[in-house]
């Protein structure tokens, strides 16, 4: 099964319409990245959750972090059509002596006008 | 600032040919990472580099190969190209290999 599983898997809101992404973890999460990426393009660091309970926000974007560390979701307000892409979730994974993400599949997010 | 730049945007390969693909981090990051993202799927680590040492590996052949140079940047070998290597291949880099890492644009290859 997959290591982190994100839901939906693909979602369709109408423009000015909220939503919300979840990405839950079979592991403690270490720490827990959000990025952004359109089709076939690099991806865009959104933000950064490492405590439990942390939560953070950007422009329209909040993200939380549960405080058991295996869940995380993202929040979007009143969504625009810039807000359409995939969105990613990373977990953080030790490795010997540093890290490496190991990513969802991604949701993606399309936006109606 | 330049972000992580990667070299080229778009390769097409034949099966069984060789591919060299290159990453050049932000300036004052040491760290460089290189993932695998094929079609609906997530990205996957392959290696990370820091001070030109391999810090860690993926679950890829040993047909993947990469290395990184004094300057930092980084090449990427796969050797034997098969048709399922067709993907965007990404670099991130990071100042020390742990958080904060920023991802460049990708190299999109094709296999035919």
């Known amino acids: 099964s997959q290591e982190l599983e994100q839901s939906p898997q693909s979602l369709i809101v109408q423009e000015g319409k909220n939503l919300t992404i979840n990405c839950t973890s079979s592991?403690?999460?270490?720490?827990l990245y959000w990025y952004k990426q359109k089709y076939g393009e690099g991806l865009i660091f959104l933000m950064m959750?490492?405590?439990?309970?942390e939560e953070k926000s950007h422009e329209k974007i909040t993200a939380k972090l549960d405080e058991k560390k295996q869940q995380s979701s993202l929040h979007i307000t009143a969504s625009q059509p810039s807000h359409a892409g995939i969105y990613l979730c990373?977990?953080?994974?030790?490795?010997?002596?540093?890290?490496?993400?190991?990513f969802g599949k991604g949701t993606r997010l399309h936006i109606l006008p | 600032d330049a972000g992580v730049t990667q070299s080229p945007t778009h390769l097409i390969k034949t099966r069984g040919q060789h591919v060299t693909l290159r990453c050049s981090p932000i300036?004052?990051?040491?760290?460089v990472s290189w993932y695998q993202q094929v079609l609906g799927q997530g990205p996957q680590f392959i290696f990370q580099?820091?001070?030109?040492?391999?810090?860690g590996r993926g679950n890829f052949p040993d047909r993947f190969s990469a290395r990184q140079f004094p300057n930092y940047s980084s090449e990427l070998n796969v050797n034997a190209l098969l048709l399922g290597d067709s993907a965007l291949y990404l670099c991130?880099?990071?100042?020390?290999?742990?958080?904060?890492?920023?991802f460049g644009s990708g190299t999109r290859l094709t296999v035919v």
């Open positions: 991130a880099s990071s100042k020390t290999g742990d958080y904060g890492y920023t």
């Open positions: 592991k403690t999460l270490y720490g």
């Open positions: 959750l490492q405590k439990g309970g």
């Open positions: 990373g977990a953080v994974r030790l490795m010997n002596r540093d890290d490496k993400i190991i």
């Open positions: 300036s004052g990051h040491k760290s």
């Open positions: 580099y820091y001070e030109k040492e391999e810090r």
